[in-house]
Each structure stands twice: as C-alpha cells, then as structure tokens.
C-alpha cells in the first residue's frame, strides 16, 4: 500500500529583509557593549585592578553566551511557561530557528530574536562587577554569573517581556494561564530598565556587602590612591556604549520601524541631557567639571530612558535625562552616608537610574509612540493613564527586591564553598598578575615612569 508523503511545512515568508539586516547590526551594536563596560570599569580602576576587570566582564559573556543557549533563552521567552518562568521547551535552541515568534517578535527568524535578547543577558552581567571592583576573584565570580542569570534575570526578563510574564501582565494576571490570551496590560519597560538595570544594580549592591570594603578604601574620602588610572579608556568606553545603546534601544523594535527611529532619538538626546546636568550639579559641588563626571552622566542618561525609549517623545526625553544626571549624582553619595563600597557606582548609577527612568515612562509615556509600529498602549499619566505610575513602581520594587536577595544568599553560599572565596587574601597584588601570569615571564608595571619592563621567572623569585 502506497503511502501519501507528508505535505512539507509552509516556507518562511521574509517580513521584509530590512528588519532582519536592522536587527543583525542592532545585535551586533549591543554585542560591543560588554567590551565598552570593561574598557570603562577598567579605566576608572587602578592600573593593576585594569586588566582583571576587563577580563571578568569577557568571561561573563563567554559564560552567559552558553547558558542562554543551553536553557537561559528557553526560560526567559518560552511561549508556554507560567506567570513567573518558562519551561526547557526551546533549551539548546531546539525548535528555535527560522519562524518568528508570535507576540513577542514577530517581524524577524526566531534565532535572530535569541541572539539579540542573549547580548542583553551578557551585558547585564558584566555591569554587576562595578560595585566591586579590585577586590574579586575570577573564578568564584564566574560560578556567581552562570547562577545569577539562571535564577535572576532569566525569570526577571520572562516577567517582564514574555508573553505571559506576571509584570507585563500586571492588570490581568488570570490571563496569564496557558487556556487564556494574556491582556498584556501592565509595567511598559521598552528595553530593559528592571531586567538589566535594577537587577544588576541591586545585584551589585548585594556584592558589595558581602565582600566588603577594599583595602585602606575610606568611603567618602576621595583619596589619590584610588583615582581613575586612565581617564581617554573612560571616556572611549562611554563612547562604546553611547554607539552600542542605538542597538539597546533601537533594536527593541525588533523590526525597522519608525518606532525604533525614535527610540534611536530619544536615547541620544537623553544621554546628552544627563551628561549636562551632572556637570552642573558637579560645577555647583566642587566648581569644575571632570570627563569622568560628564561620562557618568552620560551612562545614567542612557540608563533612565532605556524603560522609556519606545514610549515617550523627544521632549521628554530631554526631562529624563535632566533629572536622571541630578538624581544619579547624589544617589552616588548614598554610599558615604551608608558606608558601602560600591566602587564604580554600578548601584548608583544603574539601580538608582533604571529604578527612576521605569518611574518616569509611567509619567511620560505616549500612545502616539506606540502607534509608530502600529502597537496600542494606554499611554502614561500625560495622556490621562496615572494608573500606569503604580504598575511601574510595582514591577521595579519586585525586581529589585528579588534581584538584591537571591543575589546575597547565592554571594553568601558561594562563599562558604572551600576553594570559591569570594575576596583575594593575601598581599593586595592585582588578581591581573595572579591569574595571567606565564611561567616564563610577565609584564609588570614599573611604578617609576610609568612604563613597563618584562621580568623573567628568575627575577621574580626573589619577590613571591
């Protein structure tokens, strides 16, 4: 008896090439991002802590890169998950390819949509590390890494853009169940502003306090000893990410659309405004204006209007970025009041940044911009919507709460593991020279001149 052969599954009808080749170099701008926070960490770091930090943001792309292919996609986006995390339905990318996926991204191959969303995942890792940098080991940190982005931001960013997440969902959380069609009424956060912003920021902080200060570091005393090594890296860095975050933002588009022309818009102004504000407040402090300042303020522009990019017009964007430079400016002296070493102000700068940014998209919000790519949204309290306030508190005082107290337990467990200390002990060396050196030699730095001389293995022995 003759069989009748399968009838072929219907061939992938290409939404318009333009998106696929906008999201590709979207993705690629936001893959530049991590290398951009490790040039940035590593020259507001001494010179001997530069390398290493570098190093661990590198390391926690390579780390997050496998996880979000072997499970971390699948529980952050799965179509079929709960209100509060997904299933290993898509682990290692099985069934994730060519179609695009309904709901969330639907104008591009579903494996595009997974390599953009994983360059976020690994950015936002690597962000954590500048509340404790110099005084980290590597090897504990990227245990910390791999477990924090199973536990932390995967469900965080299903909460927050997945179909069925609880915060996307937040007036109608019945309709989260697999029989419903969720209403997708509730926190708007564009592009990241809980899942990368507020997590890695209160993850920082919950860093920080666990491991300490550094050694001889008096908070609140802006001693020589710990300045800036390399301001032309700081500014080079905020560079990096000023060009990454058209992609950040842009990108979450998911498709070449007028909507993604103005979130591009919209973030630059944005930076622009923080930039100047916080050189204001700086000038009123200490009646000069430094690069690194500029450059924070900046950093904590591109931070407020990440939530708010897709949603909010050019005029407000200017407002965000105003306030976020003053606000992240004095949120930085929280730590001297305090008396927590958040070395590099990751907390202040990105939690206290994302945490007010998701505050004022619920303010600022527009339904005009949502019609740009044809997505109906109730707007912000300007159109008449002040409901939309409370659900962006709500979402961001859940992430960060989740976010600050699995980080410390996870810091605190890991740190009981024989061999996966958290802090170097010992002489205070530089974790650079300590991991990376070659059993024939290493470049060390030569404190007089500034210069580098190489020293054989023969001449070391007498130091170690």
């Not at 170099?25 to 570098?54: E, H």
């Not at 996926?101 to 890792?125: E, K, N, R, S």
């Not at 590597?138 to 069925?164: G, N, Q, S």
Request: aromatic letters at 12%; proline letters at 5%.
């Amino acid at each position: 008896m003759s069989s009748t052969p399968a009838t072929p599954p219907p061939p992938f009808t290409d939404p318009g090439s333009p998106s696929i080749g906008f999201m590709i170099a979207a993705t690629a701008l936001v893959f530049i991002m991590t290398p951009g926070v490790g040039l940035l960490y590593s020259g507001l770091s001494r010179s001997k802590n530069a390398g290493s930090i570098f190093m661990a943001c590198m390391l926690a792309m390579a780390v997050v890169t496998v996880q979000w292919v072997l499970f971390g996609f699948s529980l952050a986006f799965s179509e079929t998950g709960s209100a509060v995390i997904g299933n290993f339905a898509w682990g290692g990318f099985t069934n994730v390819g060519i179609p695009a996926i309904p709901v969330v991204a639907v104008a591009i191959p579903g494996v595009l949509f997974a390599l953009y969303q994983m360059q976020f995942a690994t950015v936002t890792a690597a962000l954590i590390f500048g509340s404790v940098t110099e005084r980290i080991r590597l090897i504990p940190t990227t245990v910390f890494v791999f477990l924090w982005t199973t536990i932390v931001y995967d469900p965080v960013a299903y909460w927050t853009w997945a179909d069925r997440g609880w915060i996307r969902n937040m007036a109608c959380l019945s309709t989260t169940a697999l029989d419903q069609t969720p209403c997708g009424i509730g926190s708007f956060d564009y592009a990241g502003g809980g899942p990368v912003h507020i997590a890695s920021g209160f993850a920082g902080l919950a860093y920080c306090l666990i491991i300490g200060k550094r050694r001889g570091a008096a908070v609140g005393e802006h001693s020589g000893e710990f300045r800036s090594h390399n301001i032309p890296n700081v500014i080079l860095g905020t560079a990096l990410l000023w060009f990454g975050w058209f992609g950040f933002n842009g990108g979450s588009a998911l498709a070449a659309t007028p909507r993604a022309v103005m979130a591009g818009t919209v973030t630059t102004v944005a930076a622009a405004a923080a930039a100047l504000s916080w050189a204001f407040v700086d000038t009123i402090r200490t009646g000069k204006v430094s690069a690194v300042g500029f450059c924070s303020g900046a950093i904590a522009g591109l931070v407020a209007i990440t939530p708010a990019s897709g949603f909010v017009a050019p005029w407000a964007a200017i407002v965000i970025g105003l306030v976020a430079g003053v606000a992240c400016n004095y949120a930085t002296y929280i730590k001297n009041v305090f008396g927590f070493d958040d070395t590099l102000d990751a907390w202040g700068v990105h939690a206290v940044g994302g945490f007010l940014g998701n505050v004022l998209t619920g303010i600022f919000a527009q339904k005009w911009i949502g019609l740009l790519d044809g997505t109906a949204i109730n707007g912000g309290w300007v159109d008449g919507n002040w409901v939309q306030v409370g659900y962006q508190v709500g979402g961001s005082v859940a992430i960060a709460a989740w976010s600050f107290f699995v980080s410390f337990v996870l810091l605190y467990a890991i740190d009981k593991i024989p061999g996966l200390k958290l802090r170097r002990v010992g002489r205070e060396r530089g974790p650079w020279r300590r991991h990376h050196r070659g059993r024939r030699g290493v470049v060390r730095h030569c404190c007089r001149r500034g210069s580098f001389r190489a020293s054989s293995a023969r001449q070391r022995e007498g130091e170690d």
